[in-house]
């Protein structure tokens, strides 16, 4: 049984660890291979901060508000292993800020320690008039990812550095399941017009006195379109940039400028610090994730695919949710295919 | 009295701020700080720099909570302005978690820090052998940046600094008009305290960036505090040794305590071991004294005996001292008047 996952960033690799570590023992002939044309550190989930927070609504899909949730009990679950300091997992604390009355977020009862600010916080914010303190999680994808990659390797998965075509060209090489965790560019793989580019860029600099994340938000304009900064364990993430349909991985001058001035002015300290590194990359935005599975005939065959992609801006925060369930959908495929009594895992 | 000179004897973080307190109050005084140590090789230097009081039993609470009140406002502005990475002064998140329920579930300064209220559930669930705790977020004074941002700070209002071991207070007499005693457990000696006492505290720093969330046990033997470029694990309390010197098993057990609290610490590198003394008194010293010797008058102002909680009012303790000076001056002027007619 060949399994092909296209696709090498947070969605593709913790996928297929999924199904590694639930099938391998019940199904001895299963060949895990991972296909990408970038790998880690130039995905896209490298150059995200890492932070787990989902978007302030879930409109209405209660489904990722679980994956979400399911994704940060299992990290949480891992903070006090020896694997988190590999897996570039901690605790951070920090804020998000308003300058209107939000409606309280989908994933309040998810972190830890939910409350509003209190005035004496709120002066260090002049112009936010309400926000939130919480405890939640970072999951740096420079350090997740060559962790999942050696679990991955160990376990005898394959690896090949090539960009798929096709999902035919797959199953023409006798692939017998695919999982599509192509990410932004799915589109090249099977047209989705609800899949569009939420282009970000960041600017990485050194602020080691910075302990908290700080997002700001404008709910008129959109996620991500009003400045954040997000401290990580080598640099400090400065962000502020959501420009739907823009397919430029280029930094852009007009950006950073609009990225380091409205920071700035958020914590003026940031003026001293040094800046290491800008990035442009491409958040897979869609309406909701498709992670559902399609049969394809190919003459008289009918091949599998398990599409997991457009986790936009929080493809890490959704990942292992995900993951579970791509895993659950390969367990039915299984038993259809006779290869299974019953899938295994607990029944959701 | 057109200039007085004032020596300021001490350069940690209660002489520093101190000196600069009284050029604030007293723009027209000369003031010079004389110390054998600066940072970074004061007691503060090995200190947190927390801003979590220490109770002083002696102190009435009214009086502390005014004094941590003020270095929390005067931090607190520091910390959201340009200079607060110089300063290394920032703000810090966390945890203090007890075994047993404490006998005040809301300490004194609570109101005083950041969001105080009581761990959820799911939060004490990283700390199974604790029953209950406080999260709030509070401030914390890197040292050696705050030390030396306060010397530049002081010398931009024209302080001189001396290194210079002041074995006699009286030693000063003839070139100075008012001396301000903040030699912190130094004062055990130079002016015969003997209500002074160290309580030695043995620390690690320690490279471990992935740590942004304080914990502190209740008890205050264990403690994570995460500072800019290295976090703070301790630590002792050992009331009357005075010893400087590192001890080997007692930095196995305070890296053990740590990482029983958090795990990740196993990863930590490039382990650094510093002892302090805590100059610790029942009541921080504060305090006017005329010394008097074969007819000569030395307006002295005492401001030490600290112990655990320098950092955490030294702002409000050098304002009261700064005030003390001013009182000084004003009776030395009232006597050179008196001594003109």
């Known amino acids: ?348 | 009295m057109a200039s007085p000179k004032v020596a300021v004897v001490g350069a940690g973080v209660i002489g520093l701020s101190t000196a600069l307190c009284i050029t604030e109050t007293c723009p027209s005084c000369s003031v010079t700080v004389l110390s054998d140590q600066f940072s970074p090789n004061t007691t503060s230097d090995v200190a947190a720099g927390m801003l979590i009081p220490h109770i002083y039993p002696d102190t009435p609470i009214h009086r502390q909570k005014q004094w941590f009140q003020d270095t929390f406002t005067y931090l607190f502005a520091i910390s959201n302005s340009a200079e607060a990475a110089e300063a290394g002064i920032h703000l810090v998140s966390g945890w203090q978690i007890f075994k047993s329920p404490p006998k005040e579930e809301l300490p004194f300064w609570s109101d005083i820090v950041l969001g105080l209220r009581p761990m959820s559930e799911a939060e004490l669930q990283k700390f199974p052998q604790h029953r209950f705790g406080q999260a709030f977020t509070t401030l914390k004074c890197d040292c050696p940046p705050y030390l030396l941002w306060l010397e530049k700070r002081l010398k931009a209002a024209g302080t001189q600094m001396y290194t210079r071991k002041v074995a006699d207070l009286w030693e000063l007499h003839r070139e100075y008009d008012i001396v301000v005693n903040c030699t912190g457990m130094g004062a055990h000696q130079l002016v015969g305290d003997k209500q002074l006492f160290p309580v030695r505290g043995q620390v690690l720093k320690v490279h471990a960036p992935w740590v942004t969330q304080f914990i502190r046990d209740g008890d205050g033997l264990t403690y994570i505090y995460p500072g800019i470029h290295r976090v703070t694990l301790g630590g002792t309390r050992e009331k009357g040794s005075w010893s400087l010197f590192p001890d080997a098993d007692t930095t196995r057990d305070i890296f053990d305590r740590c990482c029983s609290l958090e795990p990740s610490l196993q990863g930590a590198q490039d382990i650094e071991v510093k002892v302090g003394l805590r100059p610790s008194r029942q009541c921080v010293r504060v305090q006017r004294e005329l010394l008097s010797q074969g007819g000569i008058k030395l307006p002295v102002v005492h401001n030490y005996g600290h112990g655990a909680g320098g950092f955490s009012v030294h702002r409000g303790t050098a304002k009261e001292a700064a005030h003390l000076v001013e009182e000084c001056i004003s009776a030395l002027q009232g006597s050179s008047s008196r001594a003109k007619l």
Request: one cysteine or more; a neutral charge.
């Open chain 1, 1 to 348: 049984m060949r399994v092909a996952v296209i696709g090498a960033g947070v969605i593709g690799l913790s996928s297929a660890l999924c199904i590694q570590e639930q099938f391998q023992s019940l199904l001895p002939s299963l060949e895990l291979e991972v296909y990408a044309d970038h790998f880690t550190p130039h995905t896209t989930s490298d150059g995200a901060a890492g932070l787990w927070q989902p978007y302030l609504s879930d409109h209405g899909n209660l489904q990722e508000t679980l994956w979400n949730k399911e994704t940060f009990d299992h990290l949480l679950g891992q903070l006090h292993s020896p694997a988190a300091k590999e897996m570039g997992l901690f605790l951070i604390s920090g804020y998000n800020l308003f300058r209107e009355q939000p409606p309280d977020p989908s994933w309040k009862n998810i972190v830890l320690g939910f409350r509003n600010l209190t005035p004496k916080e709120l002066e260090l914010f002049p112009g936010y008039s309400h926000g939130w303190f919480n405890t939640a999680l970072m999951l740096e994808g420079r350090s997740y990812l060559p962790w999942l990659t050696n679990r991955l390797t160990q376990r005898g998965v394959k690896f090949f550095h090539k960009k798929v075509e096709s999902f035919q060209e797959l199953f023409s090489q006798g692939v017998d399941v695919v999982l599509n965790c192509s990410g932004m560019r799915s589109g090249d793989l099977q047209p989705d017009p609800e899949l569009q580019p939420g282009r970000g860029q960041i600017i990485r600099v050194l602020a080691p006195w910075v302990k908290h994340f700080i997002i700001t938000h404008d709910l008129k304009s959109g996620i991500y379109t009003s400045p954040y900064i997000i401290p990580g364990s080598e640099f400090t993430v400065l962000g502020g940039i959501y420009q739907h349909g823009n397919w430029s991985e280029e930094n852009s001058a007009k950006d950073h400028k609009s990225i380091w001035d409205s920071c700035c002015q958020l914590l003026p300290a940031l003026q001293k610090a040094k800046i290491v590194g800008e990035w442009s990359g491409l958040r897979p935005a869609r309406p909701s994730v498709r992670l559902e599975r399609e049969s394809i005939r190919l003459g008289n065959l009918q091949a599998e695919v398990i599409h997991n992609y457009g986790h936009g801006g929080f493809g890490l925060t959704i990942h292992w949710g995900c993951a579970m369930a791509a895993a659950r959908l390969f367990g039915t495929i299984l038993q259809e295919k006779k290869q299974l009594a019953t899938p295994p895992g607990p029944r959701l």
